[in-house]
Nanobody
Framework: QVQLAESGGGSVQTGGSFRLSCVAS????????MGWFRQAPGKAREAVAV???????RYGDSMKGRFTISRDNAKNILNLQMNNLQPEDTAVYYC??????????????????WGQGAQVTVSS
């Protein structure tokens, strides 16, 4: 089993920034694909960004530019830097990891383990 714990969520005004972090523990493989996804009320879960074991990122549609994903393999930590936040970025942000091969794509169905989520609220 793998446990994922997000931190760093909260409330911010339009234009503000947040840095989310996710610590992986348990039976982890440090070079697994990891990613951030988000889900707003009444909407489907969507990919923000994923990063493979070598640190190469892939971003979801319209996510590149304001969001930056990074990882520290030695510490099993995944980060998401979010800048110039807008009200439409309000959502629960989930950390996820995938075990089962090198493929690493921003598709929620590929991921096996999920964190509990961190609420990010952006007010206008």
């Amino acid at each position: 089993q793998v446990q994922l714990a997000e931190s760093g969520g909260g409330s911010v005004q339009t234009g503000g920034s947040f840095r989310l972090s996710c610590v992986a523990s348990g039976n982890t493989a440090r070079r697994n694909c990891m990613g951030w996804f988000r889900q707003a009320p009444g909407k489907a879960r969507e990919a923000v960004a994923v990063v493979d074991g070598d640190g190469s990122p892939r971003y979801g549609d319209s996510m590149k530019g304001r969001f930056t994903i990074s990882r520290d393999n030695a510490k099993n930590i995944l980060n998401l830097q979010m800048n110039n936040l807008q009200p439409e970025d309000t959502a629960v942000y989930y950390c996820a990891t995938r075990r089962g091969g090198p493929l690493c794509l921003p598709e929620a169905g590929m991921f096996n383990y999920w964190g509990q989520g961190a609420q990010v609220t952006v007010s206008s």
